[in-house]
């Protein structure tokens, strides 16, 4: 009995007791999801080019931020030492495609994972022969401490709330433009997408949420944006956190009415209905804009902790999923892959070069592994440890689907989360540590209602 | 010359579908296993048994019932470390607790049926997904055994240290031993566990159950129950559509590999570590376990042995040759340069042979069969 | 036509009842309130342009797919849903479009899995694989040999499939589906890629199948002339939907048909 009181009704009173210290968790996870999600990048940037399942990640981490404290620890200031990293990476995926991958074209997608398994043992002993085996602290000039949201500067405040806020827009054109492309691929039937993307109606409800977000911005009686007020930040935020309520609530109003117009029109079961995962995608991304802005707004006002390196972290990954999807949907280069990753035969066949384009994802994903690198290493130094990370982003990867970007974001974020609230809320009642297994858990209960993850494509199987 | 099937004509399915239809072959194999039984016992030393032949019999035993689940049913596992774990913990509770009186030869099978319904548990996965979501969703087996064994003190009789101990043993149990009901019979009950058991009776142990289970396993798969499980992995769309159950197939498939893998671990336990934490079953057991599989040959039983041969030897003839041959190197330079080279020969065999050394050990046989002459 | 009574249904000369099924996939239908009915013994074909929804069919028949709307009876048993192992031990067996062997075995295995639903001895003695499951074995290897023999196969028993060529890998598939000695045999295009010669072997299997083991079959073929010359009788599906129904006299000079194909006749 005490032990299901730990189980089922404790965790919930100490959430319901202290919020302030919960949210301080669900930030702490959010970082922390950020920075798996960083790692289960570079996975995916590989298996979606190549149909490898590049167990090497992990290593190629620790190799980068090896290579990265070994630079620097040789006098070379931190930029440069950066650069000379990244051309390290660019090396190694040129030899890794000369010596590996060239051979192995049209093998089973078993034994890639092996040979990536051989070559995780074999960067293992080369870094760590070429840049020694301690542990050794990497440095870059961001302190690894919590900053008190409520205390600093406002200056500070709101170049931090802007970044956010900036962030918050970035996404919400991305989604919206992502919901147009999908409604012009004519994926979806009826306007149930359309209503985000384009429609009169919509465009008036997305023009109604910015007018209030301008409204409260610009014309707000106490101060101006500027000058750096505190009540100027918290207007702006909360502007945009109600702009981002109306649009949610269109979308729901939307759907609810073209589920229910389908409804009467009587169409047979399981008959035109939507495939319900990009409905699902634009709700998951408003209903995460729309928490993240009211959180953020919360935050502030609470005074509640925020590490400053996992804040770093996170604004990384956001950078380089943004130019990971530009590079991804707008070059040439980025649709050359896409093929590749659809259909190797079909894409030799009009010219693409599957060598280059590998040494191009190896090359993406070793710069991917830098990122991680910097910010794994350090906040916990660089050591062989780090490579142990890769485990940490496995679950990341069945949860959001092996292929899939924001996948990787989402499902880290997903991961952090329920990690860390787990850990703090359930960890006691069963002896805690229960870190390792626990992501693995959600992500198995996870698949089992959804067994291609978060954004995998549905798989139609035919005979 | 010597290797030819001309001639060897069957004239009934029965000779036909023997366990190896060639006579060479045949003749081979027994050779091979009275060697096995012969020469080590006579000839070797105890660092044979305890650094080589013991570990190469163990890992056998668990590439063999890896092989079954990747290499003939398709379904990828990294739990192999947990399920060895959990028999090493059942064998553990069941010697000390619950059957103190019973043989090791028991304790082992009742350990590997615990592994196996533990294995269809964390088999239930497969019914919904397939290859790498497997693979990963496996690894929650193998996390959270570990962490179960690690965290229920019940597991470990709560020791304060932690581990598990082997207790001495003999293989039938008290029934044998002086005062039980077959006493006669003692002269058959040799010690096998703990460090007071002799090396060789150790071996001649672990040798026969290996034995024993890869006729089983080859019985398993020349049957109608290997046919299901190659079906269900080559198609297994076909395979539901000409009546093969995909539920139960595959349940099977992690049941009996699961069983495999729980005496590998008991026999780890009781047979080599004599104590032991549950490090011992971490994931990179299961890393290895997998690599001899595919290195050895997937879906070959003889490539199990193989695999596990390479990848049991290769990390101790590293360790001898690099200082043979003058590298100027300190312990951990050392152990780099090993890593670096346990690697490489692991991409370099995946790149010369992707089908595993089975098939090297097949071309070499279809060679012998026209050697000396070209064709 | 008209609909089958209950009473032929339950005397056993209608096999298999097709009764209103329609089936959809998202927003697209693949079958539109589909009913024919097929007897004891015939040569069935299902004949029409690509996309009719014709495999559609046969994967609903053996259980793949799941009809929003219909029923199927077959042997009498009425089943509005049934999971394709159930198809399977009811008696349908079916080969594939795109051929669907497991490739990395050989065709005597691929015969002798399509044995497996008559196997019934347990792990214990496939564990011995000594005594009654070694006599099973070769009692089922017997009947592997004589499909093998039937389908003039022999020289391929020992080759994985997967290094076959197309046309004999049509015929292993045809062999593991006789394999399970079905009642009704459903073909989907066993014909498809095939040059005159390869079609006549192929027709000339079908009709002794249908002969010698008295077994039903349905198949799907686009090349009328064989479909005319080796079926009983042809139902015709467009868009989904039955358009014609009948022997393949009355089928050919139906005017809905001859528009189906535009006017092509031949």
Same mark, same amino acid.
Request: net charge neutral; aromatic share 10%.
């Given at each position: 009995?005490?032990?299901?009181?730990?189980?089922?009704?404790?965790?919930?009173?100490?959430?319901?007791?202290?919020?302030?210290?919960?949210?301080?968790?669900?930030?702490?996870?959010?970082?922390?999801?950020?920075?798996?999600?960083?790692?289960?990048?570079?996975?995916?940037?590989?298996?979606?080019?190549?149909?490898?399942?590049?167990?090497?990640?992990?290593?190629?981490?620790?190799?980068?931020?090896?290579?990265?404290?070994?630079?620097?620890?040789?006098?070379?200031?931190?930029?440069?030492?950066?650069?000379?990293?990244?051309?390290?990476?660019?090396?190694?995926?040129?030899?890794?495609?000369?010596?590996?991958?060239?051979?192995?074209?049209?093998?089973?997608?078993?034994?890639?994972?092996?040979?990536?398994?051989?070559?995780?043992?074999?960067?293992?002993?080369?870094?760590?022969?070429?840049?020694?085996?301690?542990?050794?602290?990497?440095?870059?000039?961001?302190?690894?401490?919590?900053?008190?949201?409520?205390?600093?500067?406002?200056?500070?405040?709101?170049?931090?709330?802007?970044?956010?806020?900036?962030?918050?827009?970035?996404?919400?054109?991305?989604?919206?433009?992502?919901?147009?492309?999908?409604?012009?691929?004519?994926?979806?039937?009826?306007?149930?997408?359309?209503?985000?993307?384009?429609?009169?109606?919509?465009?008036?409800?997305?023009?109604?949420?910015?007018?209030?977000?301008?409204?409260?911005?610009?014309?707000?009686?106490?101060?101006?944006?500027?000058?750096?007020?505190?009540?100027?930040?918290?207007?702006?935020?909360?502007?945009?956190?109600?702009?981002?309520?109306?649009?949610?609530?269109?979308?729901?109003?939307?759907?609810?009415?073209?589920?229910?117009?389908?409804?009467?029109?009587?169409?047979?079961?399981?008959?035109?209905?939507?495939?319900?995962?990009?409905?699902?995608?634009?709700?998951?991304?408003?209903?995460?804009?729309?928490?993240?802005?009211?959180?953020?707004?919360?935050?502030?006002?609470?005074?509640?902790?925020?590490?400053?390196?996992?804040?770093?972290?996170?604004?990384?990954?956001?950078?380089?999923?943004?130019?990971?999807?530009?590079?991804?949907?707008?070059?040439?280069?980025?649709?050359?892959?896409?093929?590749?990753?659809?259909?190797?035969?079909?894409?030799?066949?009009?010219?693409?070069?599957?060598?280059?384009?590998?040494?191009?994802?190896?090359?993406?994903?070793?710069?991917?592994?830098?990122?991680?690198?910097?910010?794994?290493?350090?906040?916990?130094?660089?050591?062989?440890?780090?490579?142990?990370?890769?485990?940490?982003?496995?679950?990341?990867?069945?949860?959001?689907?092996?292929?899939?970007?924001?996948?990787?974001?989402?499902?880290?974020?997903?991961?952090?989360?329920?990690?860390?609230?787990?850990?703090?809320?359930?960890?006691?009642?069963?002896?805690?540590?229960?870190?390792?297994?626990?992501?693995?858990?959600?992500?198995?209960?996870?698949?089992?209602?959804?067994?291609?993850?978060?954004?995998?494509?549905?798989?139609?199987?035919?005979? | 010359?010597?290797?030819?099937?001309?001639?060897?004509?069957?004239?009934?399915?029965?000779?036909?579908?023997?366990?190896?239809?060639?006579?060479?072959?045949? $003749? +081979?194999? =027994?050779?091979? /296993?009275?060697? %096995?039984?012969?020469?080590?016992?006579?000839? &070797?030393? @105890?660092?044979?048994?305890?650094?080589?032949?013991?570990?190469?019999?163990?890992?056998?035993?668990?590439?063999?019932?890896?092989?079954?689940?990747?290499?003939?049913?398709?379904?990828?596992?990294?739990?192999?470390?947990?399920?060895?774990?959990?028999?090493?913990?059942?064998?553990?509770?069941?010697?000390?607790?619950?059957?103190?009186?019973?043989?090791?030869?028991? $304790? +082992?099978? =009742?350990?590997? /049926?615990?592994? %196996?319904?533990?294995?269809?548990?964390?088999? &239930?996965? @497969?019914?919904?997904?397939?290859?790498?979501?497997?693979?990963?969703?496996?690894?929650?087996?193998?996390?959270?055994?570990?962490?179960?064994?690690?965290?229920?003190?019940?597991?470990?009789?709560?020791?304060?240290?932690?581990?598990?101990?082997?207790?001495?043993?003999?293989?039938?149990?008290?029934?044998?031993?002086?005062?039980?009901?077959?006493?006669?019979?003692?002269?058959?009950?040799?010690?096998?566990?703990?460090?007071?058991?002799?090396?060789?009776?150790?071996? &001649?142990?672990?040798?026969?159950?290996?034995?024993?289970?890869?006729?089983?396993?080859?019985?398993?798969?020349?049957?109608?129950?290997?046919?299901?499980?190659?079906?269900?992995?080559?198609?297994?769309?076909?395979?539901?559509?000409?009546?093969?159950?995909?539920?139960?197939?595959?349940?099977?498939?992690?049941?009996?590999?699961?069983?495999?893998?729980?005496?590998?671990?008991?026999?780890?336990?009781?047979?080599?570590?004599?104590?032991?934490?549950?490090?011992?079953?971490?994931?990179?057991?299961?890393?290895?376990?997998?690599?001899?599989?595919?290195?050895?040959?997937?879906?070959?039983?003889?490539?199990?042995?193989?695999?596990?041969?390479?990848?049991?030897?290769?990390?101790?003839?590293?360790?001898?040759?690099?200082?043979?041959?003058?590298?100027?190197?300190?312990?951990?330079?050392?152990?780099?340069?090993?890593?670096?080279?346990?690697?490489?020969?692991?991409?370099?065999?995946?790149?010369?042979?992707?089908?595993?050394?089975?098939?090297?050990?097949?071309?070499?046989?279809?060679?012998?069969?026209?050697?000396?002459?070209?064709? | 036509?008209?609909?089958?009574?209950?009473?032929?249904?339950?005397?056993?000369?209608?096999?298999?009842?097709?009764?209103?099924?329609?089936?959809?996939?998202?927003?697209?239908?693949?079958?539109?309130?589909?009913?024919?009915?097929?007897?004891?013994?015939?040569?069935?074909?299902?004949?029409?342009?690509?996309?009719?929804?014709?495999?559609?069919?046969?994967?609903?028949?053996?259980?793949?797919?799941?009809?929003?709307?219909?029923?199927?009876?077959?042997?009498?048993?009425?089943?509005?849903?049934?999971?394709?192992?159930?198809?399977?031990?009811?008696?349908?067996?079916?080969?594939?479009?795109?051929?669907?062997?497991?490739?990395?075995?050989?065709?005597?295995?691929?015969?002798?899995?399509?044995?497996?639903?008559?196997?019934?001895?347990?792990?214990?003695?496939?564990?011995?694989?000594?005594?009654?499951?070694?006599?099973?074995?070769?009692?089922?290897?017997?009947?592997?040999?004589?499909?093998?023999?039937?389908?003039?196969?022999?020289?391929?028993?020992?080759?994985?499939?997967?290094?076959?060529?197309?046309?004999?890998?049509?015929?292993?598939?045809?062999?593991?589906?006789?394999?399970?000695?079905?009642?009704?045999?459903?073909?989907?295009?066993?014909?498809?890629?095939?040059?005159?010669?390869?079609?006549?072997?192929?027709?000339?299997?079908?009709?002794?199948?249908?002969?010698?083991?008295?077994?039903?079959?349905?198949?799907?073929?686009?090349?009328?002339?064989?479909?005319?010359?080796?079926?009983?009788?042809?139902?015709?599906?467009?868009?989904?939907?039955?358009?014609?129904?009948?022997?393949?006299?009355?089928?050919?000079?139906?005017?809905?048909?001859?528009?189906?194909?535009?006017?092509?006749?031949?």
């Amino acid at each position: 009995m005490d032990f299901l009181y730990k189980l089922l009704v404790d965790p919930w009173i100490e959430i319901l007791s202290a919020p302030v210290f919960f949210g301080e968790v669900v930030i702490g996870g959010l970082l922390a999801g950020v920075m798996y999600s960083l790692v289960a990048l570079g996975f995916v940037l590989i298996f979606k080019a190549s149909g490898v399942f590049n167990f090497a990640q992990g290593v190629m981490v620790l190799f980068a931020a090896l290579s990265l404290v070994g630079l620097m620890e040789r006098g070379v200031p931190i930029l440069l030492a950066i650069a000379l990293t990244a051309v390290i990476m660019l090396v190694l995926a040129v030899v890794i495609e000369r010596v590996i991958l060239r051979y192995m074209v049209n093998q089973e997608p078993i034994i890639l994972f092996m040979a990536t398994i051989g070559l995780t043992f074999f960067l293992e002993g080369f870094g760590e022969a070429l840049w020694g085996s301690d542990v050794k602290r990497l440095d870059i000039g961001i302190p690894d401490r919590a900053l008190n949201l409520s205390g600093l500067a406002i200056a500070n405040r709101d170049v931090v709330v802007t970044l956010a806020a900036a962030t918050l827009v970035c996404l919400t054109l991305l989604f919206v433009w992502r919901a147009h492309a999908v409604r012009k691929a004519q994926v979806l039937g009826g306007g149930t997408v359309a209503a985000l993307g384009s429609g009169w109606t919509s465009r008036i409800l997305v023009g109604a949420g910015l007018a209030l977000f301008l409204q409260r911005f610009l014309f707000s009686a106490d101060a101006t944006f500027i000058s750096g007020k505190a009540g100027k930040t918290a207007d702006f935020v909360a502007g945009l956190s109600m702009a981002g309520l109306l649009i949610a609530a269109a979308v729901i109003f939307f759907v609810a009415a073209d589920r229910l117009g389908r409804a009467r029109a009587g169409g047979a079961r399981g008959i035109d209905v939507p495939p319900m995962h990009y409905i699902w995608f634009v709700f998951l991304g408003l209903a995460g804009i729309v928490a993240t802005a009211a959180g953020i707004v919360w935050a502030v006002r609470a005074g509640i902790l925020i590490n400053g390196f996992e804040l770093f972290a996170a604004a990384m990954a956001a950078t380089l999923v943004l130019v990971l999807a530009i590079f991804f949907q707008k070059t040439r280069i980025g649709r050359a892959l896409r093929a590749v990753a659809d259909d190797h035969a079909a894409a030799l066949s009009v010219g693409i070069s599957l060598r280059g384009i590998w040494v191009v994802v190896w090359a993406a994903a070793g710069i991917v592994a830098l990122a991680a690198g910097i910010v794994w290493g350090g906040k916990s130094g660089v050591q062989f440890s780090l490579s142990l990370i890769a485990l940490k982003a496995l679950p990341v990867l069945i949860l959001g689907g092996f292929t899939s970007v924001p996948g990787a974001i989402v499902g880290g974020l997903i991961i952090g989360v329920g990690e860390k609230v787990a850990e703090v809320y359930w960890g006691p009642a069963v002896g805690g540590a229960i870190e390792n297994w626990f992501a693995y858990i959600l992500a198995l209960v996870f698949l089992l209602f959804r067994p291609q993850g978060l954004f995998g494509e549905k798989i139609i199987e035919r005979v | 010359m010597f290797y030819r099937e001309a001639g060897q004509f069957k004239t009934s399915y029965a000779a036909d579908q023997a366990i190896f239809p060639i006579v060479q072959d045949r $003749i +081979f194999v =027994l050779l091979v /296993l009275l060697a %096995a039984y012969i020469i080590p016992p006579v000839f &070797l030393g @105890s660092y044979w048994f305890n650094a080589i032949l013991i570990p190469f019999l163990i890992f056998s035993m668990a590439a063999l019932g890896l092989n079954l689940l990747v290499g003939y049913c398709g379904q990828l596992s990294l739990g192999t470390g947990g399920f060895m774990a959990v028999g090493a913990y059942a064998s553990y509770k069941l010697t000390t607790v619950i059957f103190p009186d019973l043989g090791m030869i028991f $304790i +082992f099978l =009742l350990s590997g /049926l615990v592994s %196996a319904a533990v294995g269809v548990v964390f088999g &239930l996965p @497969s019914l919904r997904i397939k290859g790498f979501y497997l693979a990963v969703a496996t690894l929650a087996a193998q996390f959270f055994l570990q962490w179960l064994f690690n965290k229920v003190p019940w597991f470990y009789n709560y020791n304060s240290n932690g581990t598990i101990e082997s207790p001495p043993r003999s293989l039938f149990g008290t029934i044998m031993e002086p005062g039980g009901m077959l006493e006669a019979l003692s002269f058959l009950n040799p010690l096998v566990t703990s460090p007071r058991a002799t090396p060789v009776t150790k071996y &001649l142990f672990a040798l026969t159950l290996v034995v024993v289970f890869a006729l089983i396993a080859k019985n398993l798969v020349r049957g109608r129950v290997g046919r299901a499980w190659m079906a269900i992995r080559d198609m297994d769309i076909a395979a539901e559509l000409i009546g093969i159950r995909p539920m139960q197939t595959k349940l099977l498939a992690f049941a009996i590999s699961s069983f495999y893998c729980g005496i590998a671990g008991a026999m780890l336990l009781n047979l080599y570590l004599n104590s032991a934490e549950t490090l011992a079953f971490g994931i990179n057991i299961s890393f290895e376990v997998l690599f001899m599989v595919i290195i050895g040959g997937l879906a070959s039983i003889l490539g199990s042995f193989l695999g596990t041969a390479f990848i049991v030897l290769t990390p101790i003839f590293l360790t001898n040759a690099l200082p043979a041959i003058g590298l100027p190197l300190d312990t951990a330079g050392q152990k780099h340069v090993e890593l670096m080279m346990f690697g490489g020969l692991m991409i370099f065999f995946l790149i010369v042979e992707p089908h595993g050394f089975a098939r090297l050990w097949q071309i070499a046989k279809e060679k012998l069969r026209l050697w000396p002459f070209p064709y | 036509m008209r609909a089958p009574s209950t009473a032929e249904i339950a005397a056993g000369q209608v096999l298999l009842a097709v009764e209103d099924i329609s089936l959809a996939f998202g927003g697209v239908k693949a079958l539109t309130e589909v009913s024919f009915e097929i007897e004891k013994g015939e040569i069935r074909a299902i004949i029409g342009p690509n996309g009719a929804g014709k495999t559609s069919m046969l994967n609903v028949v053996n259980g793949f797919y799941k009809p929003q709307q219909g029923r199927i009876v077959f042997k009498g048993v009425s089943h509005s849903e049934m999971e394709p192992h159930e198809a399977a031990a009811s008696g349908i067996a079916r080969t594939f479009q795109n051929v669907a062997l497991f490739k990395s075995m050989t065709t005597l295995d691929n015969i002798m899995a399509g044995r497996t639903l008559k196997m019934h001895r347990g792990l214990f003695w496939q564990i011995l694989h000594v005594g009654p499951a070694a006599e099973e074995e070769i009692e089922h290897r017997r009947k592997a040999e004589e499909i093998i023999e039937f389908l003039e196969i022999p020289h391929i028993r020992r080759i994985p499939v997967g290094r076959l060529p197309y046309g004999l890998q049509k015929r292993v598939e045809l062999g593991r589906a006789l394999a399970m000695e079905p009642d009704l045999l459903l073909l989907d295009e066993p014909m498809a890629g095939m040059n005159l010669e390869e079609k006549e072997d192929m027709s000339r299997f079908v009709l002794d199948v249908n002969n010698q083991f008295g077994t039903t079959i349905a198949l799907i073929e686009h090349d009328m002339g064989v479909v005319m010359d080796i079926s009983d009788r042809v139902v015709v599906l467009d868009y989904g939907r039955k358009i014609a129904d009948g022997t393949p006299d009355k089928v050919r000079d139906d005017p809905d048909v001859i528009k189906a194909y535009l006017g092509v006749s031949h």
